[in-house]
Nanobody, 124 residues
Framework: QVRLVESGGGLVQAGESLRLSCAVSGRTLSSFLMGWFRQAPGSEREFVGAISRSGGSSITTDSVKGRFTISRDNAQNTVYLQMNSLKPEDTAVYHC?????????????????WGQGTQVTVSS
């Protein structure tokens, strides 16, 4: 059974940084394309970024480009989301997701497994 568990969320001030982790169990991480999504109260789930199985390719949405970086350590079965220069509008529950595809994608329904999420709150 594949399980994804996020950690690292919290309350920070604008301009500060956080690093989220997503620990994957039940299958080797290298078999998955990995994505990060977020959902703010009253809003739909939003794509944040994705990284290929090897980590050689990644994409991020325009609103976080230059501030957020996705990485992965397949040996540790963990994916990371480094978030710098945080803004109040980054406040959301952040979810990691795993998919069987090869090409990085922002398409939600191409991800098969989801974590429960970790709350990130950025105060102004």
């Amino acid at each position: 059974q594949v399980r994804l568990v996020e950690s690292g969320g919290g309350l920070v001030q604008a301009g500060e940084s956080l690093r989220l982790s997503c620990a994957v169990s039940g299958r080797t991480l290298s078999s998955f394309l990995m994505g990060w999504f977020r959902q703010a109260p009253g809003s739909e789930r939003e794509f944040v970024g994705a990284i290929s199985r090897s980590g050689g390719s990644s994409i991020t949405t325009d609103s976080v480009k230059g501030r957020f970086t996705i990485s992965r350590d397949n040996a540790q079965n963990t994916v990371y989301l480094q978030m710098n220069s945080l803004k109040p509008e980054d406040t959301a529950v952040y979810h990691c997701a795993a998919g069987s595809g090869v090409i990085v994608t922002n398409t939600t329904n191409l991800y098969d497994y989801w974590g429960q999420g970790t709350q990130v709150t950025v105060s102004s």
